[in-house]
Structure formats: C-alpha cells, structure tokens
C-alpha cells in the first residue's frame, strides 16, 4: 500500500481533530482581521474570534454561500492583496455573473498536495502516464489534474478536452496507464477507440480512471471497468474549493477528503449537523486556503460523511457517493448549470414566453441539453425559416451564458408546465 | 398596389405529433370555415401549417381560442392556366424584377383548366402591381 504522506495520512482521529481546531482557530482569527468581508459577517452575527475556541463552536460560525462570491464580484472575498496571488481561475455564475477564484503560491501547493495524495491512493506514481482530459484553461479540472501528476512525479499528457480521435491515438502511442476526465467522456473515447479498432483493454496501457466533475453511478463504474479493463475512481471538489481534490482509494468505497486542509460538515435542512453517516449537505471550511478562505461554505451537494479508518489504512474522513442537489442546479458535461441562467437569457428573447423546460439526456456517452421553449404569436412567421433561425439565436445565447451546447427546441404556447418547481422544469433521462 | 387583391393566409404553429392538424381543422371544420387551400412546411421537430380559408379573420379568431398559436400574413393568389410553361412566365416576371419566391403553393381551380396559384415573395406588393400589370389576374376567395 502505497502513501504520498503516510505520516498525515495514517494521523489518529483524534489527532486529525486537534490540529484542525488549531487551525480554525488561526483561520477565524485571521479572517476577521484581513478580511472585510468576514469581519463584517462575523460582526452582524455577533461573533468574535474568541468565541470559536473547538470544533464544537464550529455552528457558531455564519454559513456562506456561492451568492456571496457573486455579489461580490471578482475579488471582494479575497482576503490577500492581489500581488500575492498567483492565479486566477473563474467559472460561469449563476446568472451570467462568474464566480472568480484565487491562489497563492502555497494555496497552489496545497492544491497540488492534496491531488498527490489521492493519485497515490488511486495507485498513481512515477512511470505512469496521466492524460488530462479535463478543459484546461478557465476550468479548474485541467491545470488541477496536471499540478497534481507532476507533484507524484509521472508524466502528464496535457490533451485537455476534446479531438477524441487523437486522445485515443496519443494513449496509445505514449503507452497512457490513465485519464482523468468526466466518466461520460470516457465513455465516449471508449467508443470512439472502438471504431478505430483499438481495443483498449488489450491495445493499450490504460488501467486507472479518475473520474468526476459530473453524476455518474455505480453502474456507469461497472461498465467503464468492465469495457475497458480499468479501474476507475471517483474524484471530488469544486473551484471554491480550490479545483479538483480528493479521490477514492483501492477500497473504491468513499472518497478521502484530507482533513488537516479541510474542514467538512453534513447539516439537515434546518442548517443543524446530522450524525455521522447520515445524509445531508454538504459544508466544507478550508484550513490552508490563503487567498480565498472559505467558512462554512455550503456546497449544495448531498451526501454523507463517515469518519472511520478505511481498510486502506488512511483515517481522514470519506464522503461518500454524492446523490444529489439541494438547489436546482444540474452538471451537464462537467459544466453546472442553473435554470435561473437559462430564464435570464429567456427574458431578453421577446420571441418566445418565459416559460421553458430543460431536457437532459445522454445521447451515446455524451451529456445533451434540449431547452423547450413556447413560440409566441407575434414571433410566428409564416416563414419557416425565421424560426430555424429564431432557435439558432436563442442557442446561441444559451452557449454564451452557460459555456455548454444546448439545442433549443420551439413548442406551442400553453404547453409548457407552469410550476416552478425543480421536477417540472428539469426532466433529467440520464441514467446515472 | 391592388390592396383589395390581397390575400390572407392562416400560419399555425404546431409541435410534430399525432393529431394536431385534426385538432386545428376540426376547430374550422366546426366553425364553417372552408379550408381552399393549404401546405404544410416542417423542420422535423415542429411544422407550420398555412392556410387559405373562406373566412381568415373568423378562422384567426377561433384556432386562437382554442389556444393555438397563429398569425395572419398576406400573400398573393393567382389564377394561371393549367397547361404547361405556366408557372415558367410568372416565376421569370418575378425574378427578372428581383423578387424571390419565398414560398408558393397550388392547387386546382374550380374553373375548368384553371389553376390556383398561392405565392409568399419578398416584395409582396411589388410583386402584386408585376403581375397584374402581366396580365395574370389576382384572386380573391371570399366565403
């Protein structure tokens, strides 16, 4: 069994509790004084530095929330000066608004670290190939995964997303032992080296997936091992987090969340902790994070939490599979997206109702987003072609606020659902 | 222009699925409403039916109660012979001018050896004066 830190790794809980009280307490200290942004939150819930004293004073604490790295944008929640950072990554908002994220040098090696460790326990190290299939770029996926291969000293392949063809063609040529993308774009290379006559789990050297960024279910796991001969693990984290950050290990049964850099929580839906292993959501304070510090930051993801020492040997906690939303945001491709985005777009379109439903479904492996929407009279030409490209505009649009493909589909007015609600709105076919 | 020669066409809206066109001619076939001519364009997903009817306002008014999404647009109708090279003439009058065919339809006239001729073009009225001016006589199909 191999540790990238077997020191950290194997620490006791109740070791693993003490230097994170430690570090919480630096944490809530420094954040009332170098951060404006949680001084003042501190302040309004009438909480001082000196009332966090152990992790059970941790409810004491006010949650955050994406809307707050959204109404503070870009940096307002920073809490170093912007000379001291040495990377910005950014996602798409909710509403149009990006979230931006930043790092300091040891935020990065952190990052880095932490990603060094859950390679390892995936069984990565010097000699393997890792090709990263992840979007490089604004994406944290990408240049996460890369740090990380480097960190452990094998080799990275820094394909970044897409040209499926060539992705199968350099894994084999470069003797690639594993990818790192979304389970469904594996899926989808698996195919691909099929029609080129590759057979994956003879031809070439690919053993390890590192799989996330999107819901998939034991089942996709089943047939991603079983039709290409691999292993494949679940990886977890978010760019609020930092980007990409834990996996499981060979137990495959959970996902290691490294506890002297990270703080979790499981709470009910009256904000208050749940027992262990009972489900909930998901809250994450960061312990090491210089630049953008993070308090009970609500992730919105539903899961569970168990705190016992894996038979792997490492003793931090595992999270277990996620299994859901508690807002109505939906992963499509890796990309989240939230309906409130597509509704904003909507409204600047006179040509179509406000009103509309979004259809997901896996068309092959690949992840494929239908929005319905109701034509209205005035929008209705007699000219068919108007409305071809009355879809194509709104598609267009769609693309630009939500970075993903959707197809637009006009329906007749009146036929849309009416309710808000997440289940009337979303249709989700994906069998995940 | 020959205001009065202008025709008024039904455009429905209507999703790819069995039982729209009987449910939107079942509301004119109802209401008394002569359907006289009529073409149906489509993009796989979704259709728009045009309609030349006997009464487009009292067809415009009943399909919209009934919650179908309509609107009303002009066009010409045009009585040509039913005999080769017919069509030829009016689609050169019109291109030698600079006016596209948008969309046309046709179909027999109640008049032996005519033919009807429904036409969609990119200068409606331009086109309306042309013909006339031709010699091609524009109809109107009133109740």
Redesign the interface.
């Known amino acids: 069994m191999e540790f990238w830190n077997p020191n950290i790794e194997r620490l006791p809980e109740d070791e693993l509790k003490q230097l994170q009280e430690r570090k919480l307490r630096r944490l809530v200290e420094n954040a009332f004084e170098y951060s404006s942004f949680y001084k003042e939150r501190f302040g309004s819930a009438g909480i001082s530095p000196n009332d966090i004293r152990s992790l059970e004073d941790l409810p004491k604490l006010p949650f955050t929330h994406k809307t707050d790295l959204r109404d503070t944008y870009p940096t307002g929640m920073f809490s170093v000066p912007q000379r001291q950072i040495v990377r910005f990554h950014v996602s798409s908002g909710t509403t149009g608004v990006p979230t931006v994220v930043g790092y300091t040098t040891n935020d990065i090696d952190v990052w880095s670290t932490c990603l060094a460790r859950s390679l390892t326990a995936c069984g990565l190290g010097r000699g393997d190939v890792v090709q990263v299939a992840y979007g490089y770029g604004l994406f944290t996926g990408g240049l996460g995964l890369h740090y990380g291969v480097e960190k452990i000293g094998a080799t990275v392949l820094p394909i970044g997303a897409g040209s499926t063809s060539r992705q199968v063609s350099l894994m084999r040529d470069l003797g690639t032992t594993a990818m790192a993308c979304t389970p469904s774009y594996l899926l989808h290379i698996g195919e691909v080296a099929e029609s080129m006559k590759v057979d994956v789990a003879s031809q070439t050297k690919l053993r390890v997936g590192i799989l996330g960024a999107e819901p998939w279910s034991l089942e996709s796991r089943k047939r991603i091992e079983q039709s290409l001969g691999i292993t494949a693990y679940d990886i977890y984290g978010t760019s609020e987090m930092s980007g990409p950050l834990f996996t499981e290990c060979s137990a495959q049964n959970g996902i290691h969340a490294w506890a002297d850099h990270f703080l979790l929580e499981i709470i009910d839906d009256h904000g208050r902790p749940v027992e262990q292993g009972k489900k909930g959501e998901l809250v994450v304070t960061t312990l090491s994070k210089e630049a953008l510090p993070l308090i009970r930051y609500r992730m919105g993801d539903i899961t569970s939490l168990v705190w016992e020492e894996c038979e792997c040997g490492r003793t931090h906690p595992k999270i277990m599979r996620v299994q859901g939303r508690v807002d109505d945001m939906i992963v499509i491709r890796g990309i989240n997206v939230f309906p409130s985005q597509i509704e904003s777009v909507l409204l600047q379109i006179p040509e179509v109702g406000d009103h509309f439903q979004i259809v997901v479904d896996r068309v092959g492996p690949l992840d494929v987003m239908t929005v319905k929407v109701e034509v209205t009279e005035s929008a209705l030409s007699d000219r068919i072609g108007a409305l071809i490209l009355l879809e194509e505009r709104i598609a267009k649009q769609l693309q630009e606020v939500l970075m993903v493909n959707a197809k637009v589909e006009l329906v007749e007015r009146g036929t849309l659902p009416r309710s808000s609600g997440k289940s009337q709105k979303v249709i989700d076919l994906r069998e995940v | 222009m020959v205001q009065n020669k202008i025709l008024k066409?039904i455009?429905l809206?209507?999703?790819n699925k069995p039982g729209r066109l009987t449910s939107a001619t079942k509301i004119l076939s109802e209401n008394g409403i002569n359907i006289r001519a009529f073409t149906i364009?489509?993009?796989g997903?979704?259709?728009?039916i045009?309609f030349v009817v006997n009464d487009a306002d009292a067809a415009l008014r009943h399909l919209?109660k009934a919650?179908?999404?309509?609107?009303e647009?002009e066009?010409l109708g045009l009585e040509m012979s039913d005999t080769p090279g017919a069509l030829f003439e009016i689609s050169r009058a019109l291109s030698e001018n600079g006016i596209n065919v948008?969309?046309a339809y046709a179909y027999a006239s109640t008049a032996p050896g005519k033919a009807i001729l429904i036409l969609?073009a990119s200068d409606l009225s331009k086109a309306a004066d042309l013909l006339t001016e031709r010699g091609f006589p524009l109809v109107q199909l009133s109740p």
């Open positions: 066409q455009t809206f209507a999703e364009a489509d993009t997903e979704f259709g728009i045009r919209q919650g179908f999404t309509v609107s647009t066009v948008d969309y969609q």
